[in-house]
């Protein structure tokens, strides 16, 4: 067990969340990168004093998929629900049609807030998406080369794994160890001549 033992504790969940990612290439030259989630309880329950939902049946069930070209801009996206807890929360699906033309490498997340933050989303459908970038770049050829312009490929200075003052770094990418970006030079005041 890769945890160390737990307090005493009851023997089964109760509260269940599973999440695939799973990333395509296409005929087309393009990518798909497509995420399910599932949340269910281990009991029956009743939702909102309405609905019986019994064990093991899924409260949230929802799907995303992100078509993206090589530069990782998306071009296209997809929702569904086929289990959610109130009748109105397939109505999100259709603000997601605003990530289209974002950019998954830089900013992602902040796009996803700006865009979906708040009533305009859905909770499960933006954590989904947060976790998108990762297995796009695993998906999507060639993300973890250098491209010969002298920028470090996007991963690197990203985590502990690929600290540019790091061992990954310096076995892998030796010439962008202890890299560090360029900063935009202050303007100069204009000098008055009076």
């Not at 990333?23 to 989630?37: I, K, N, P, Q, S």
């Not at 690929?162 to 160890?177: H, R, T």
Request: glycine share 8%.
């Amino acid at each position: 067990m890769p945890l160390p033992s737990s307090a005493k504790r009851q023997p089964v969940p109760i509260h269940m969340r599973d999440v695939k990612y799973r990333g395509y290439a296409r005929d087309d030259g393009m990518w798909d990168v497509e995420a399910e989630l599932i949340d269910q309880k281990t009991y029956d329950i009743e939702l909102h004093g309405q609905r019986q939902v019994p064990a093991g049946k899924p409260i949230h069930h929802m799907w995303i998929r992100l078509t993206i070209d090589a530069d990782m801009v998306v071009h296209a996206i997809d929702a569904a629900m086929d289990d959610h807890p109130l009748g109105h929360c397939p109505e999100a699906t259709r603000s997601m049609q605003q990530m289209v033309g974002s950019c998954i490498a830089r900013g992602w997340r902040r796009a996803i807030q700006d865009k979906l933050g708040g009533v305009v989303g859905c909770t499960h459908l933006r954590e989904l998406l947060f976790n998108m970038a990762t297995p796009a770049f695993h998906t999507v050829l060639n993300q973890f080369r250098t491209d010969g312009s002298g920028q470090p490929p996007r991963h690197l200075g990203q985590c502990l794994g690929w600290d540019f003052n790091g061992p990954g770094v310096a076995a892998f990418y030796p010439e962008f160890a202890g890299w560090q970006p360029i900063q935009p030079q202050a303007a100069k005041p204009a000098i008055d001549p009076a």
